[in-house]
């Protein structure tokens, strides 16, 4: 069993994987796989993408081309139904978005053991290697998700039209603390929802990938596949709501009433 090859048996085992390379302490904790990994996979994306633009053609295209057309034309069509503002900036962020959070979640589908044997023997103790479980990653995504929130409402309401926003709402000038506290919760509450949503499926997914390997050879075959063939529909599935959910609060926040 897999458990053997670290002290601790089996909860030893899952400790290891879920435990990431970090330098640093308290707040000020990094979490070094996390991010360069992140780094990686979001240079891949730009590498591939910049490639298939500079070698289209509007002649009959090729394999990857053809792929990234139809992953462009399907976020713009999500775009076009759900954002109803007008900004240059949606459609290359969703399509980020989409695409980024995809492969993070897609190295879940990497056998658990193969990377952290490669970080071994390069000397690294830990190495967690699906970003999108790690807390600090998906709260890094949703914040930025809420300030680009609170920059678009400012910017398309005005400081005054924002402010009314917050303060008058539901409930009128008779109301005002009550409005606020009532808006401050409806803000916050958008990117610890799309943080720990993300979260929370992918680390879920992981975790039964590690308890998968905990069992004897020849079961894992008989589990690990279809668990690995459905993992494919949540990871896709979740990128998606994170994409969609961000483009439909970008749109409210573009909304003058």
Do not use: C
């Not at 409806?186 to 610890?192: M, N």
């Amino acid at each position: 069993m897999a458990s053997e090859a670290h002290g601790g048996g089996a909860t030893g085992y899952i400790v290891h994987h879920l435990t990431p390379l970090s330098v640093g302490e308290g707040f000020w904790t990094l979490h070094l796989d996390t991010l360069f990994i992140s780094a990686v996979l979001g240079g891949i994306f730009l590498l591939v993408f910049k490639r298939v633009a500079d070698n289209a053609t509007a002649g009959v295209p090729g394999g990857m081309q053809n792929f990234a057309e139809m992953l462009v034309e399907f976020v713009d069509t999500q775009v076009k139904d759900a954002f109803h503002g007008k900004s240059a900036l949606i459609a290359p962020l969703s399509l980020s978005i989409f695409v980024w959070i995809w492969l993070m979640n897609f190295m879940d589908l990497i056998p658990v053991d193969l990377l952290p044997m490669v970080g071994a023997v390069l000397g690294l103790e830990y190495l967690r290697v699906v970003p999108s479980t790690d807390l600090n990653a998906t709260f890094g995504m949703s914040i930025s998700v809420f300030l680009l929130i609170i920059f678009y409402s400012i910017k398309i309401k005005g400081g005054i039209g924002f402010a009314k926003e917050m303060l008058l709402n539901p409930f009128g000038k008779w109301m005002i603390p009550f409005n606020l506290l009532l808006k401050v919760v409806e803000e916050v509450a958008r990117p610890v929802s799309l943080a720990l949503r993300l979260f929370g499926n992918m680390y879920a997914g992981e975790l039964i990938f590690i308890l998968i390997a905990l069992l004897p050879w020849f079961i894992q075959p008989i589990l690990g596949f279809p668990w690995a063939v459905f993992h494919i529909l949540i990871i896709t599935l979740q990128a998606f709501i994170f994409m969609v959910l961000t483009i439909v609060y970008l749109s409210l926040a573009h909304e003058d009433h």
